[in-house]
């Protein structure tokens, strides 16, 4: 297959330029490279612009309510295990709206992908913050500047038992398609976020991880197994809850972490670098924290039988 | 020499402390008078507090059953014998008890702290009990529990706990029963603490032979069996009742059950009973809130399954969003509301019939589904046969009302054969229809993801009528509109036709109920009919659409009367639907309706 097979045939209405193209394609493209027969996929959304994506998938799908889509797709996947099913949702579907739904996801650990869009803005309703909204922004819902402190979904995934959280960014392809193969590989909920312009509400967003000037400093990309290297001949050092910028040079890059996918006290630092009381170092992308952990699922059914039934039914 | 005395129909009620063990000696009597065949109607009532403040009104746990060897339709409305095991529970009760009727306290529960906490004051009611109006009975059922498992090494709290076996005692004594199934029970039960168990036997034993030796009552009293139609029987609550239809229904359609709810009184039985059916493949999930738990049975939908969602009342306000979602990507769900008293919170342990509007009108937009409506415990089964018969052949989430009084209640049932199970399934006429196309009755076929070459989506947006993309066409959404209004509509053919309960169209007036008032009504009218009254009984168990007969049945009355536990829900759909200028009897007490004026 190739991804022209998952092409459907509706006209695709995001705003022409909208970051969600990009990860269409890299959706179509990794599906295509998955052993996976077409028809056993299933895309599920809740509301929202990106909520639309599965209507551009020539896939099973379902457009469904507002911050619904986790909860819809866990009974869509207990009941028939054989299905790849994928969650679309954004920060205002997922983080606020389907909050719930979201913590009790990760927890459950239900065998889903779940590829989180965070624009940091509601796109759909035309420009009001959003969970994900730096402290102060100004938008149509907050004209003097929001007060409500953003939450980070990582560091939420994590603290409610995620088995696997990433994070990604729509302007990097090559990193956006390698991050939905490891989604597709786990067992288990896998989340990814996926950091999307919106630049008709919030352009601009994530220049900072993207702008040739600036990236290299403020971003840095982990790899399992490789030491924690950025920048000009940086690195980073977590020690004792303490993080620290390594000069390579000076230092030598022995004395940079490496990076280990399992070490769950690492990745709660690592969530939250580049904001908060860790602004002074670079974001974190790539594949931050996943492990093995039992799936929540139903054991293989089979039809009740006419001796089944009249046995319950005669039960005193 | 005590006297047996026959007797055709008894009403017993047991009431106490909400500790006191009331409603599972309520379910111990209800068995033993099940095994002796009479006909018989269950109706617990306690607060919804689990240990509400011992000795007061408040507290009160009280447990009735109406039996005999005639039909019995109701739990009964005033009572023949009343146990009341401390002064709340006399303050409370005294008043529904027949003139005539047996009284036997728990004189260990007038202490001047209990009369003070049931609010008699200093003056103790026993004093003044009218001894000529009841046969009473003052009886220290603590002490002598107390005395009768003195022998046993369990701490005294636990001895005092025995007391409820001691009265379940006296009263199998006094009706003539046999205390094996009782003992097998608590066997069963306390097995593995044999000081427990030994107890709570010597009590039970203790009660009974009290009832023998001390010959203080005049008389013993039989129910003969009663005359029921021949089948293998059991007693079943409507929680029950609902839960058996749900794995039926399972069965009938060949589809994993997937059962998706969130706790709430008092529809949470139905997902203890279905978690016991793990193995035979029933899933059951208790989700983190109301809406997952809608959102889930609607996933489980889209993976082949019978999905069904249950809740009561506040919890049909939040899934109110994910309904209006099935009833737009018109997919086959199953949605159970066991009504209680709102609004809110309201009384949760309570009974009222007072979602029907919102059942058919709590959505927004133009949002129209079949109503079912269970009318006693046993009937909770056909019901939901039917709720899931309608939801997979018109492809439409169906709502299938129970309430508060029959889904705690309990009654005989008789156990359907299962090869006799009747339900249709029409999916197979629609194997050669597009997806979004429709058959006369305007269905769409149901296609379960996974299935090669037919890859579709779907969702909450308004579909165009031929391809089923995204439409935003003015025409389209009003046809569209029309269309699922017409299949819903199509319904009405599709089941059994309007029938008359008591009497015919030659009647001059017509009772007309729906749910749970059935036995009342029943009774009521069957009296009435007694006398000479002119007066037929017509019980709705299809809200919507109305079964196509109903207009041409109601229009042969001079009068319709609708009785009902809320303000009025079923008389509107009628004036509105056929303007019939029916007449409300309305009561909204958080109680079943009764014969009494009150």
Known sequence: MTAKDFVSDQEIRWCPGCGDFAVLKQVQNVLAKLNIPKHQYAFVSGIGCSSRFPYYLDTYGIHSIHGRATSLATGLKLSNPALSVWVITGDGDGLSIGGNHFIHLMRRNVDLKVLLFNNQVYGLTKGQYSPTSPLHTISKSSPLGSIDNPMNPLLVALASGASFIARTIDREAKHLQQMLLDVADHKGTALLEIYQNCHIFNDGAFDLYTDKQTKQESTIYLEDGKPMIFGLNKGIDIDNQVVRIIDIEKEGADKCLIHDIKNKEIANILVRLGEGEFSDFPKVFGLIYAEKREVYSFPEKTNITKSELKNILTKK | ?598
Not at chain 2, 182 to 209: D, P
Not at chain 2, 252 to 268: D, G, N, R
Not at chain 2, 281 to 305: L, R, S, Y
Not at chain 2, 518 to 529: E, T
Request: hydrophobic residues 40%.
């Open chain 2, 1 to 598: 020499m005590v006297e047996s005395i026959i007797k055709k129909e008894v009403v017993v009620k047991i009431a106490g402390d909400s500790g006191d063990g009331i409603q599972l000696i309520g379910g111990q009597f209800t068995g033993s008078t099940y095994e002796v065949g009479n006909d018989l109607a269950t109706f617990p009532d306690f607060p919804a507090e689990i240990r509400a403040p011992q000795g007061t009104q408040a507290g009160v746990s009280g447990f009735q059953i109406h039996f005999g060897s005639v039909e019995i339709e109701t739990a009964g409305d005033d009572c023949d014998v009343l146990v009341a095991l401390n002064a709340a529970a006399l303050k409370i009760n005294l008043k529904s008890l027949k003139p005539g009727g047996i009284l036997i306290v728990d004189t260990n529960g007038f202490d001047s702290k209990n009369l003070k906490l049931a609010g008699y004051g200093t003056e103790n009611p026993l004093d003044s009990i009218d001894r000529a109006n009841y046969q009473f009975y003052g009886i220290a059922i603590s002490d002598q529990t107390k005395r009768s498992v003195e022998q046993c090494a369990i701490d005294p709290k636990e001895k005092d706990r025995c007391k409820n076996m001691y009265i379940l005692g006296v009263l199998y004594w006094l009706y003539e029963r046999n205390m094996d199934s009782t003992i097998a029970f608590l066997n069963a039960k306390f097995g593995k603490q044999a000081g427990i168990l030994e107890a709570n036997v010597l009590a039970l034993k203790a009660g009974y032979y009290f009832g023998e030796t001390t010959e203080i009552f005049k008389a013993r009293y039989e129910v003969k069996e009663a005359h029921l139609a021949k089948g293998d029987y059991r007693n079943i609550t409507g929680n029950q009742a609902i839960s058996l239809g749900l794995i039926a229904a399972s069965h009938q359609l060949q589809k994993p059950l997937f059962f998706a709810t969130y706790p709430i009184t008092p529809a949470s039985d139905i997902l203890h009973e279905l978690a016991k059916y793990k193995e035979i493949g029933v899933e059951t999930v208790q989700a983190e809130d109301e809406i997952a738990a809608a959102t889930m049975a609607i996933g489980a939908v889209f993976g082949g399954n019978l999905g069904v969602t249950c809740t009561s009342g506040p919890g049909m306000d939040l899934k109110a969003e994910s309904i209006s979602l099935a009833v737009s990507m018109e997919i086959p769900l199953v949605v159970i509301d066991v009504q209680r008293a709102g609004p809110s919170t309201g009384m949760p342990t309570k009974t009222e019939q007072a979602d029907l509007m919102m059942a058919m009108y709590g959505r927004h937009g133009e949002c129209p589904l079949p109503i079912i409506a269970a009318k006693s415990p046993s009937n909770c089964f056909e019901a939901t046969l039917k709720a899931c018969e309608i939801a997979f052949n018109f492809n439409t989430p169906v709502i299938l009302l129970s309430d508060g009084y029959i889904a705690n209640g309990s009654e005989p049932w008789l156990i359907p054969n299962v090869d006799e199970i009747d339900m249709r399934d029409t999916e197979s006429k629609r194997a050669n229809l597009k997806t979004f196309e429709r058959d006369e009755n305007m269905v769409r076929p149901y296609i379960p993801f996974g299935i090669a070459g037919k890859e579709y989506r779907i969702g909450g947006l308004e579909k165009d009528f031929v391809t089923g993309g995204i439409s935003y066409d003015a025409q389209n959404h009003e046809k569209m509109i029309l269309t699922r209004e017409a299949k819903v509509n199509a319904v009405a053919n599709f089941c059994n036709p309007l029938s008359i309960e008591l009497g015919s169209e030659n009647d001059e007036i017509a009772v007309i109920g729906w749910g749970s008032t059935y036995g009342s009504i029943r009774a009521a009218v069957k009296k009435l009919r007694e006398e000479g009254h002119s007066v037929a009984h017509i019980h709705f168990t299809q809200l919507h659409p109305f079964p196509a007969n109903t207009e041409k049945i109601l229009k042969s009355f001079k009068k319709i009367i609708v009785p009902e536990m809320n303000r009025g829900q079923l008389v509107k759909l009628i004036r509105e639907q056929f303007l019939i200028d029916a007449i409300s009897y309305s009561k909204v007490q958080g109680y079943p309706s009764n014969n009494r004026k009150s």
